[in-house]
């Protein structure tokens, strides 16, 4: 067996990218929205059908801008999952949010509809839904639900460019949306993020928010003579030579797509039979949902049994790793939060889901050798 070290994530570097970079130092043109920046927001609203879609520094930044776009304010109240990353939460407790944890279900591990239902209170904001790796449920039924009871269903889709429910793309489902150009994402730039508006009325205040409070988009339009001051805002637009690195990535789209999806199929067939066996659960898709294959894991039945498989892995060089820990239960998620009707799946599943390597460079060699690793796994 190889003793070669196999990283849990390496970043995709597309055929174009330093021909893009090349050519965006050579413009002279690299701050925000330059012409690379405009080619970004074009593709993410032709793939989506957003009305429009704005590059940020991060999620965690796309989130940020979502918080202020609905005026979230001490007093109100946001329904997160507990099993997600930190910022779905941090980005309206920002602002003075009371954050309400909700439970996820057992097989996508996203937002369980029944609970949320009953944690809206008059004074519930928004919802904010997440698509773990970009595996979903029909989103339809909550951002509905949602509209009825008048809360925003905003969706953190920052595992799920490119997943869809019934030919629909995730990210088009609530008022906005939020993407991640983080380099472990399938699509990267190092750091990078993107708000998706899709309620057009959003779209004038989200101009203005990103540019730093001024109406300096309508200026540049020539709409106004001057740019002033006119709200709060912050600098949420993302370097154009970020934007250049990322179109390439996007639009090299389908190569990257077919390979993650290969391997995270190769993990499904090839590990079905052993989990079935070891009663070791393997992600369910609902019919319905195209994933993007963003991430493959595990659910063993202990903890002492993930723990040991990490270990077992990394002695034969394979970095795999856990993922979100009960946000309820960490020492800012139980100040800034509660979750009062409990979220006993999230703290089982936290306990024993494990993340398997899947990126594009990934051999089949590679993928082989984690697959009959894992598959010896001694029993605990
Ligand atoms: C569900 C989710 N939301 C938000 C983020 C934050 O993304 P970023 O690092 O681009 O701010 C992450 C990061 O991995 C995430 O997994």
């Known amino acids: 067996m190889s003793s070669d070290i196999i990283p849990f994530s390496r970043a995709w570097s597309a055929p174009h990218e330093l021909d893009y970079l090349r050519e965006a130092l050579a413009g ?5 929205d330059a012409a690379f920046t405009q080619r970004c927001h074009r593709w993410l609203e032709q793939r989506i059908g957003c009305h429009r879609a704005f590059l940020t520094p991060s999620c965690t930044a796309a989130l940020e801008m979502a918080a202020l776009l609905l005026r979230i304010q001490p007093g109100d109240e946001v329904i997160v999952p507990s099993f997600t990353f930190v910022s779905t939460a941090s980005a309206f407790a920002l602002f003075g949010a009371r954050l309400v944890f909700a439970d996820i279900t057992p097989d996508t591990l996203t937002l369980d509809m029944a609970q949320v239902e009953r944690l809206i209170t008059p004074r519930t904001k928004a919802v904010i839904f997440v698509a773990y790796a970009g595996i979903t449920p029909d989103p339809a039924p909550m951002a509905a639900m949602c509209q009825e009871r008048g809360v925003a269903f905003v969706e953190d889709a920052a595992h799920a460019l490119m997943a869809k429910f019934n030919g629909r793309p995730v990210g088009s489902f609530g008022c ?3 993407l991640s150009f ?4 399938n699509f990267s730039c190092g750091e990078g993020g993107a708000l998706l508006v899709n309620d057009p009325s959003l779209t004038a205040r989200a101009e203005i928010l990103r540019e730093k409070g001024t109406n300096r988009a309508a200026h540049l339009r020539r709409e106004i003579a001057k740019y002033s001051w006119v709200d709060l805002g912050s600098s949420y637009l993302s370097s154009d030579l970020c934007a250049a690195a990322l179109l390439a990535q996007l639009e090299d789209a389908e190569a990257i797509q077919s390979r993650r999806l290969q391997l995270w199929n190769q993990y499904h067939a090839r590990l079905s039979a052993w989990a079935a066996t070891q009663g070791i659960a393997l992600p369910t898709v609902p019919e319905g949902c195209e994933h993007p294959g963003h991430l493959f894991y595990v659910i063993f039945k202990t903890n ?4 040991s498989a990490i270990a077992w892995l990394d002695q034969a060089g394979i970095k795999a790793y856990f993922h979100y820990l009960p946000l ?3 020492d800012a998620g139980s100040r800034l939060g509660s979750a009062v009707m409990g979220c006993p799946v999230t703290e089982s599943v936290s306990e024993r889901l494990l993340r398997l390597p899947l990126y594009p460079s990934l051999t089949e060699d590679q993928q082989s050798r984690i697959i009959e690793r894992l598959v010896q796994l001694p029993a605990v």
Not at 182 to 185: C, L, Q
Not at 304 to 307: F, G, K, L, Y
Request: aromatic share 0%.
């Open 28 to 32: 002279g043109q690299t701050a925000g």
């Open 328 to 330: 309820h239960l960490s």
């Open 176 to 178: 906005m949306a939020t």
């Open 304 to 307: 002492a049994q993930r723990e």
């Open 182 to 185: 983080h380099e472990s994402k």
